[in-house]
């Protein structure tokens, strides 16, 4: 494409991001300083390489999906955040007494407000997350709370009952013993460690502490089937006018609620990586801008979900702000 070619197609992409409707010639005439007839062309042009579609409804064009890709790949400049999008994400990241999960999530939810988009962030498979504390603290006679945090500072809960009373000795025997076992064991090799070297030993004691022990294996097989999801501004594609139509409403929220197409959006490159429609694996209709994060060794996946005619520029910026500081704390 030569240089009027490609500055039409930016123009035509980031007006069409703005407005949500057709480009057509006239209103193009000023910026690239040529006639209408000429415009039309040049059009006709981008349209017979497959980068502009004409709609039903008007004479005016709208970006492919490989227009969005030849945009993004060759076009488009990163559009710096602003003094307040900067303040509003610096007061989580500066804040020293949150732990990362925290810090991402609220992350999640300011990015979602500045963008109008649905925001996603994945964790850690629990291969990488190794335990290393576990507390059983009595609420009642026979009320307890099971407590577990990670060496990544994830802390989870649980509260179980059992049948009979359990005395504080009873309870401080069966914990000392599954934290000698299995401190410092990956999340998803600790129920195996129980299974063969804490239960043999359970076994050859008194009943409450069996029935102590199934209730944390079972709490221990929850926690590590958490997939670790988190969603902010989940109906905010469907405020989009690409999705005004109740059947393409009913299917987003569809998959947003199928946790199979959620993992979907798992990130394995490095990078700020763009998915544009039917690259995304998830929906034809929908782009989504993903970064993978690595924190001491955790990793997981911040990704942002919005219409194809998404404001690329700045939400790659804000991504990239946001991996950046998670990697930094």
């Known amino acids: 494409m030569n240089n009027r070619q490609t500055e039409l197609l930016k123009l035509i992409v980031e007006d069409y991001i703005k407005t949500a409707r057709p480009i057509g010639s006239k209103s193009l005439e ?61 007061q989580i990241f500066k804040n020293n007494s949150l732990i990362l999960s925290d810090a991402i999530e609220k992350s999640l939810e300011i990015v979602s407000e500045l963008t109008s988009y649905t925001i996603i962030s994945l964790g850690n498979s629990s291969k990488s997350t190794c335990l290393s504390k576990v507390e059983v603290i009595p609420v009642t006679d026979n009320t307890l709370v099971a407590i ?15 049948d009979e009373d359990i005395s504080l ?54 926690v590590t089937n958490d997939s670790n999801v988190k969603m902010k501004g989940r109906a905010n594609i469907l405020n989009q006018p690409e999705f005004s139509d109740s059947n393409k409403i009913k299917k987003i929220i569809s998959k947003f609620e199928d946790e199979n197409y959620i993992k979907h959006i798992k990130e394995n490159e490095n990078g700020i990586n763009i998915y544009i429609g039917s690259e995304t694996e998830f ?5 989504i801008i993903k970064a993978k994060y690595n924190k001491d060794g955790e990793e997981g996946t911040i990704a942002i979900v919005g219409p194809k005619r998404m404001e690329y520029n700045r939400a790659t910026k804000l991504l990239e702000y946001i991996k950046e500081n998670i990697e930094k704390m």
């Open 148 to 162: 577990i945090v990670t060496d990544t500072g994830h802390v989870q809960n649980r509260t179980f009952s059992i």
């Open 30 to 90: 000023e910026k690239l300083k040529c006639s209408s007839a000429t415009i039309r062309n040049e059009m006709s042009y981008l349209e017979d390489l497959g980068y502009l579609e004409k709609t039903h409804t008007s004479s005016g064009r709208i970006p492919s999906e490989a227009g969005y890709r030849y945009y993004v790949d060759n076009i488009m400049v990163p559009k710096e955040l602003t003094g307040d999008d900067v303040l509003k994400l610096q």
């Open 283 to 287: 929906d034809d209709d929908v782009t």
């Open 169 to 222: 000795i009873e309870i401080k025997q069966t914990v000392d013993l599954i934290n000698k076992h299995i401190i410092g064991t990956p999340l998803d090799l600790v129920l195996q460690k129980l299974e063969f070297e804490v239960k043999p030993i359970i076994n050859d004691n008194v009943n409450y502490q069996k029935k102590l022990f199934d209730a944390f294996c079972n709490f221990i097989n929850d």
